[in-house]
């Protein structure tokens, strides 16, 4: 019993003092390592690469005719980083009403001015929630040595939302000109005097795209393994197409697909998606089908200071098939209007608002829609869209009457059902659901609605699907099985009765 | 149910239409502006006023070229009146308001003018050293500011001034882009060029500009020696002409300078050295046998020098070579120099110790000590036998061939 205990006590002291020895190396090397860092020369003249894409709006330089040296790409470069960045901490800077990254890109004079500011409004309460999305810059200096430079800013476009203690006072969208003087500081270039020349409101001309002989009898469209997944990894021209002439044969003449802007990689579109779309976009056209290309799904941001890297996700898409036969509308955002309650009603349709004149300002040749998920929001931006677009999962009785209403506030324009259907779904989770009998009762009902009223229509959707992600309606089960019979065609690939009615009553 | 729905909108519509409409003339007939002056000079007082026929007190969104911001106003006889703060007041350029009433609310732009006072003058200078000749040019860029620190009125006058030795300049520039500036070329000749400017009264700091020379010309070398015997002590200096550039300056202290050494046997030797006051030195030590140098020096790849020849005589005739305690102690010298003085200390002795069949056991070097050098070879290194044994030194060489060791 003794010769245990002492056993015991000296695997106690030896472990103990195991653990004191590694812990006392353990803090002379963490020491040693904190007193070695900092002390990089590489970091002294951020020469490190550490871009990281905050702020992107639309930037075109005139062409270089500046006195003094010539300019280079790379100096034109950093200084165009670096002038981005100083729009983009003074606008995180008058967000927040704090100087955190003011004085890397103004110089000590000119950074007074901004805290004044500051100091002004957090007195007051105001907050402004800014950005700019287009800038013109012209170089009018540049000193032989490299380290000034002046420039012209001509028409840089500012949106700003007012606050005061929290309330939004005002919106306002301005084109202004702005002469700026640069010094290089630090590795800096920093803003040493910035003067705006011109300011005016800003109203985009967009061009009107005429709808009137627009018939659209088509169907919203994803493959049965991929649904919501379409330019995966499991992408293929010849299931697509495949389903295409199915589409086609039923009689209608378009289709609508989505393309999500993380997957299609945010500011800097990824060329393989982009191959994938226009692969579809090819298929769409060997079958005589139009295509609405729906951008920002599965997108919910709008935060002010992203708009530049949204806008440069849009603008990559819509330049890349501005061209293509197949297409038919950008549609901006699908039902926008569920995110009115969490983002601000406000600061969506701001950003509607902005994407269309941006999308517009890319293709002036087609039609812009928007897919408001109800009737009742089809009326947002009507003047701004060229098509009007809701969706109708509501009671079919209602549906005649409210389209009647619709035509009234909007006579003149196309009114599209971009989305309706009946899921055929009844089993443990909805014992009392509709039957494929229902379904097909369903679009008898409504086919003979739209074409009394003369309005197009894009159903939902061709297929049942197997697998239906988180993000479309949650986790719930009963949500999930009943978004899993809406097709035309159930998973095995067998046409459901409502088939009959896909494109006519 | 349909009808009702339908009756609700309707209604709820005209109603609502009725009310936009009320809204818009309320602005139109209740608030005017009053102020007549939209441009003012920086840093003046700015008060807008509304005539208002109504208590309320709308906001004024206020926008220049750092940032925007709200302002209250005060109400006082049916008349709003908005401070525009001193932030916004004392910065030049662009300033837009916009009344926050009702949707459609009245807005304006206001100009503030910078005012010709000039407080301080920020000048860069670059680059700060430029070459002579008359091409080079170094330019200076001024930013002349108010007290507000505001740039001043463009086509402001500005004097560009520079001094440099006799001559002193002052040219006249005008501000554009809220700068002014001007390049200054190099003259023929090198040296400092001051460089200041004026503007409204307001000097800058004065500013130095180095005009350095520019590249070397060809130039020519000389030897200096204190004798042409080749007895491996005494220096030799090579020295440069003065290297100048082809207007006449002296090269920049530090130009470097080499000088080949191409000796007799086809040998390179390199020494080198810097200039001052256009003049580089190099050393190198005399060699020990007689020897014919050819020299030629150059700035790397800018400049050479000519080519001289130089010669240097046998110092030692002859040495004599002892062999004593069994052979194994081998004296060499006396060794003497040209005025049979002994030779100074540290001329290298080489023996080479070769076995019968010649083939080569060890070389031993050792310099000279009061003229002359022994060797002591072991006999726990060198059994007892026949050995040969090579002399050399002085590019002389005596051989022993056969020597007995024991």
Partial sequence: MVNLNRNILHTILIASYIVIIALIVYGVSALFSYLNTGADRSKMLHTEIKKIEQYLPKLIWSPLNNEGRLMDNENLTNLQNDYLDAWYVKQVAYKTNKVAGIKDYYTESARKNLYNFIDLNKAEDITIESTTLNHNPTLEFFSLDGKLAVITDKNVVEYKRVFKAEEFILKTTESSTYKIVFLLEDGFWRIRHIVKQDSQPFIAENQKIKTDNLTIKGINYYPQATPWDMFGKKFSKDIISKDFKIIKDAGLNSIRIFVQYADFGKANVNPKKLKKLKQTLDAAEENNLKVVVTLFDFYGDYSVLNWTLNQRHAEKIVNTFKNHKALLAWDIKNEPNLDFESRGKENVIAWLDKMIDLVKSVDNKHAVTIGWSNIESATILKDKVDIVSFHYYEDLEQFDSAIKTLKKEIPNKALVVQEFGLSSYSGLWNPFGNSEDDQAEYYKTIQSIISKNNIEFMSWTLYDFDYIPTEVVGRLPWRKNTQKYFGFIDSNGNKKPSFKYISKE | ?406
């Fill in chain 2, 1 to 406: 149910m349909k009808f009702k729905y339908t009756y609700i909108f309707i209604i709820s519509m005209v109603m609502l239409s009725y009310f936009t409409i009320a809204q818009n003339n309320k602005t139109i007939v209740g608030i005017k502006l009053l102020t007549n002056q939209t441009e003012y000079e920086v840093g003046s007082t700015i008060i807008l006023k509304f005539s208002i026929h109504k208590d309320v007190k709308p906001l004024l969104y206020c926008s220049n070229s750092y940032g925007s911001t709200l302002i209250s106003p005060t109400y006082k006889n049916n008349t709003l009146q908005y401070h525009i703060p001193a932030t916004i007041s004392k910065k030049i350029g662009v300033i837009n308001w916009n009344l926050i009433y009702t949707e459609t609310s009245l807005l304006g732009t206001l100009i503030i003018n910078p005012k010709p006072q000039v407080t301080s003058i920020e000048s860069y200078i670059g680059p700060p050293r430029i070459e002579s000749g008359g091409k080079d040019y170094t330019s200076l860029v001024v930013i002349p500011t108010d007290s507000l620190d505001n740039p001043v009125p463009t086509n402001t006058l500005v004097h560009a001034n520079h001094q440099f030795l006799s001559l002193e300049k002052s040219e006249a520039i005008f501000t554009r882009n809220f700068i002014a500036y001007k390049d200054i070329y190099s003259k023929k000749e090198s040296g400092r060029m001051l460089i200041s400017s004026e503007c409204l009264g307001g000097n800058s700091k004065e500013f130095t500009v180095i005009v350095s020379p520019a590249i070397p010309t060809n130039f020519s070398i000389s030897v200096k020696r204190v004798h042409d015997y080749a007895d491996g002590n005494q220096i030799t200096t090579f020295l440069t002409s003065i290297l100048k550039d082809q207007y006449n300056n002296i090269v920049n202290d530090g130009t470097y300078v080499s000088f080949y050494i191409t000796n007799q046997n086809g040998d390179i030797l390199k020494t080198s050295g810097t200039t001052a006051k256009g003049i580089a030195h190099s050393k190198i030590v005399h060699p020990d046998y007689k020897d014919n140098w050819r020299i030629k020096a150059y700035v790397d790849g800018i400049a050479e020098s000519n080519t001289i020849k130089i010669n240097y005589k046998q110092v030692i005739k002859d040495f004599k070579v002892s062999f004593s305690e069994n052979n194994r102690v081998i004296t060499v010298g006396p060794l003497q120099s040209f005025m049979q003085q002994m030779i100074p200390d540290g001329l290298q002795i080489k023996l080479q110790i070769y076995n019968n069949n010649n083939t080569l056991l060890k070389t031993y070097t050792k310099t000279t000590r009061n003229g002359f050098v022994s060797f002591n070879l072991k006999s726990n290194i060198f059994k007892s036998g026949i050995y040969n044994f090579n002399i050399k030194t002085a590019g002389l060489e005596k051989i022993f061939n056969t020597k007995k060791l024991w």
